[in-house]
């Protein structure tokens, strides 16, 4: 069982950063690929940014790479998204999620999911 509690969204101009901030309990944290996915109203949840269990490979959408960065705080069983160059477009609900596969995609294979945060980018 793993719980998963996510923070950091906030209301920011275009240009501007953000760092997302996934905390995990549950001492099987380190054996759970970790992912962060987007939802934006009237969209389908959406695939970010994934790290594999053992935090050695990041992976990422076409429409965040090189702005967006993965990373794994295993001693404080945290995950984070730090995003740069944020455009409207990148407004959504952010979530984080553990799953059992590495390099998957698909935010119906993932197990345990955080209750989400805001994030507004504004033009």
């Known amino acids: 069982q793993v719980q998963l509690v996510e923070s950091g969204g906030g209301l920011v101009q275009a240009g501007g950063s953000l760092r997302l901030s996934c905390a995990a309990s549950g001492r099987t944290f380190n054996t759970y690929a970790m992912g962060w996915f987007r939802q934006a109203p009237g969209k389908e949840r959406e695939f970010v940014a994934g790290i594999t269990w053992g935090g050695s490979t990041t992976y990422y959408a076409d429409s965040v790479k090189g702005r967006f960065t993965i990373s794994k705080d295993s001693a404080k069983n945290t995950v984070y998204l730090q995003m740069n160059s944020l455009k409207p477009e990148d407004t959504a609900v952010y979530y984080c999620?553990?799953?059992?596969?590495?390099?998957?995609?698909?935010?119906?294979?993932?197990?345990?999911w955080g209750q989400g945060t805001q994030v507004t980018v504004s033009s």
């Open positions: 999620a553990a799953g059992t596969l590495n390099y998957n995609t698909n935010h119906r294979d993932y197990r345990y």
